[in-house]
T-cell receptor
Framework: DQQVKQNSPSLSVQEGRISILNCDYT??????FLWYKKYPAEGPTFLIS?????DKNEDGRFTVFLNKSAKHLSLHIVPSQPGDSAVYFC?????????????FGGGTRVLVKP | ETGVTQSPTHLIKTRGQQVTLRCSSQ?????VSWYQQALGQGPQFIFQ???????GRGNFPPRFSGLQFPNYSSELNVNALELDDSALYLC?????????????FGPGTRLTVL
């Protein structure tokens, strides 16, 4: 039972354009959501997060949107840069019951073309 | 500030053998979580250690066990290795406070079981 799903395994975007990554979840206990970026031979690096009490969080080129009723979140990267080429993971935590345990999606590989 | 380190980087074992993976947490962090990332999938939570005690466990059999030491470093032990145990094993450290605590990942240990 996959509680966090990223339905697009890959995404290709032109440099300077917007990248939109999507993530769906099923567990209503999730109250904190994160996006991680991963390069080959490195561990995941934290990008941006959002608490369930918010519907948007912005940090520079990265914005995360949360739609609780649809159990859906998305990551927008504007403008996309070649260095953004990596695998992006959506993750969720049920902080009241499971502390720091993260449940990850399967990842979306992003390729930004110059 | 030293980040999360893991050893070894790569490891090859045969089915039925036992393996020990090591993790040094980031300075000041008292919690260590272990994740298994199979090829093409997102990381899956194995267990978490806080103050040398197991503090949550994912859906992994008892042959996956761990330890946390007084200096907060940690070991993951896997007995009776199976082919499906081939994966990237990630360690993440955090400082346990109320709510969600950001986790910092190490580069991982790539385990191959033949």
């Amino acid at each position: 039972d996959q509680q966090v799903k990223q339905n697009s395994p890959s995404l290709s975007v032109q440099e300077g354009r917007i990248s939109i990554l999507n993530c769906d979840y099923t567990n209503s206990m999730f109250d904190y959501f994160l996006w991680y970026k991963k390069y080959p031979a490195e561990g995941p690096t934290f990008l941006i997060s959002i608490s369930s009490i918010k519907d948007k969080n912005e940090d520079g080129r990265f914005t995360v949107f949360l739609n609780k009723s649809a159990k859906h979140l998305s990551l927008h990267i504007v403008p996309s840069q070649p260095g953004d080429s990596a695998v992006y993971f959506c993750a969720a935590s049920a902080t009241m019951t499971a502390g720091n345990k993260l449940t990850f999606g399967g990842g979306t590989r992003v390729l930004v073309k110059p | 500030e030293t980040g999360v380190t893991q050893s070894p980087t790569h490891l090859i074992k045969t089915r039925g053998q036992q393996v020990t993976l090591r993790c040094s947490s980031q300075s000041g962090h008292n919690t260590v979580s272990w994740y298994q990332q199979a090829l093409g999938q997102g990381p899956q939570f194995i267990f978490q250690y806080y103050r040398e005690e197991e503090n949550g466990r994912g859906n992994f059999p008892p042959r996956f066990s761990g330890l946390q030491f007084p200096n907060y470093s940690s070991e993951l032990n896997v007995n009776a290795l199976e082919l499906d145990d081939s994966a990237l094993y990630l360690c993440a450290s955090s400082l346990k406070l109320a709510g969600y605590n950001e986790q910092f990942f190490g580069p991982g240990t790539r385990l191959t079981v033949l």
